[in-house]
């Protein structure tokens, strides 16, 4: 069963709570609040997650956090806590894209946790709202949809099922209605099913179909149904600064080190104004919400040892499970293993074994074969064995760790 707040997971090193964010979003009070969470009652970091969640490890009061947490706007209806998992654009409104998407997913939040028939929805269902760029639509490096809608035009979109296109063209303002009918008619049908791809999506379709084509007032005339579209996908932003159309810097793009904020740096973020959107690969975009932004806005959020900025550093596209000692069944201590093969330590910069490695490798080291956590698009698994690591299937000791990378990075990129 997918973790939550209520029901939490016990791993090796104590309960674990997960807190879903629709949309990856996390105002600037609510990240006070959360980083507070974590150093008073967890392990003192903030662990993201590929579907743009937040997890609380070690945790030692579980009803302090529910209280805590409820408080901060973070568990807006208990019963569905599980169910909402929203994935948008996480640049939408900020930089790019056809059409923002922000209030789309506050209103299918608001929708799912309305909704008491939805409560037993499996908690693997997973929504996403695209603004356009094809960052979180299927062909995306972002996990896959069950049901998703796509900006085309400003004024409508693409309803997508279980990755294809439906042809399904729904203007905005009916979209969040659209998903819901074919959440509720998914969870109609799915039998033990847990995502719509196990099942023929056809009912789910055509529920989605019919109340498109409703208006308030009844009628009908507001779902067309076209040929399936042909679009591109984006890849995910890129780490460092973002600029807005005018050129101006409108958010930065941070990756927490193996994907973990200290409580300290989410705390500090959060004091100084700032509002962080969650991504699915493990960054996150730290914007500004004030209406008068200072001039020198975003310098200090490079100054965190936890947040890489710096799209040259080798831990860029690295990512790793929680491994040991967390968790008992890794054979290594997979986090501080491959900092010291990357050589990038908090502070310390980049060291010679980096360098080696190359900046923009992605990687993704596990403790064991089962690889939690890796992404979504094309890496090398780097999985701890007695005594050493398979380097995309290769055995070697962890002192050779470095070489075999950097000899797959260039395979690869022969190949391409
Ligand atoms: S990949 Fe293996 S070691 Fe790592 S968290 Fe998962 S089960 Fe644990």
């Not at 979003?25 to 009652?41: H, T």
Request: hydrophobic letters at 45%; aromatic letters at 4%; proline letters at 6%.
């Amino acid at each position: 069963m997918c973790p939550g707040v209520l029901a939490t997971h016990e791993a090796a090193d104590g309960a674990l709570a997960r807190i879903r964010l629709p949309g990856g979003a996390l105002r600037p009070e609510q990240a006070v609040a959360l980083a507070a969470c974590a150093e008073g009652l967890a392990d003192g970091r903030i662990h993201l997650t590929s579907r743009a969640n937040l997890q609380l490890r070690a945790v030692r009061d579980v009803d302090a956090l529910v209280t805590r947490l409820a408080a901060a706007g973070l568990l807006p209806s208990p019963a569905h806590e599980r169910i909402r998992n929203v994935l948008a654009s996480p640049l939408s409104g900020i930089a790019g894209g056809v059409r923002d998407v922000r209030d789309l997913v506050g209103r299918l939040d608001a929708a799912l946790c309305g909704a008491s028939d939805l409560t037993d929805l499996p908690g693997r269902f997973l929504f996403a709202l695209d603004d356009g760029r094809g960052d979180v639509a299927a062909g995306s490096t972002a996990p896959e949809a069950d049901l998703c809608w796509r900006a085309v035009t400003s004024d409508t979109g693409a309803i997508l099922a279980a990755g294809v296109d439906t042809g399904l063209r729904v203007p905005p303002d009916r979209a969040v209605a659209a998903l819901v009918a074919g959440a509720r008619a998914f969870d109609l049908v799915r039998g033990a099913a847990w995502r719509l791809r196990e099942i023929d999506p056809a009912p789910v379709v055509e529920a989605m179909r019919t109340e498109a084509m409703r208006t308030e007032a009844g009628g009908t005339g507001t779902g067309d149904t076209v040929e399936p579209g042909e679009w591109t996908s984006a890849p995910p932003p890129r780490v460092g600064p973002v600029e807005d159309a005018t050129g101006a810097v409108a958010a930065v793009v941070a990756a927490p080190r193996f994907g973990e904020l200290t409580a300290g740096t989410l705390g500090a973020i959060g004091r100084a104004g700032y509002a962080i959107t969650v991504t699915p690969w493990r960054t996150v975009v730290v914007h500004d919400t004030s209406t008068e932004p200072a001039t020198d806005r975003y310098c200090e959020v490079g100054g965190h040892a936890d947040l890489v900025v710096d799209p040259a550093d080798p831990l860029v596209g690295v990512s790793a499970c929680i491994g040991a000692p967390h968790c008992a069944k890794s054979h290594a201590d997979v986090r501080a293993d491959a900092a010291a093969v990357l050589g990038s330590e908090p502070g310390t910069g980049t060291g010679e074994a980096g360098t080696t490695a190359g900046p923009g490798l992605a990687a993704h080291f596990a403790g064991c074969s089962r690889r939690c956590g890796r992404p979504g698009g094309s890496h090398i698994d780097v999985v701890a064995a007695e005594g050493g690591y398979h380097v995309g299937g290769t055995f070697v000791g962890l002192d050779r760790v470095a070489e075999a990378l950097s000899a797959q990075a260039h395979t690869r990129e022969g190949l391409q």
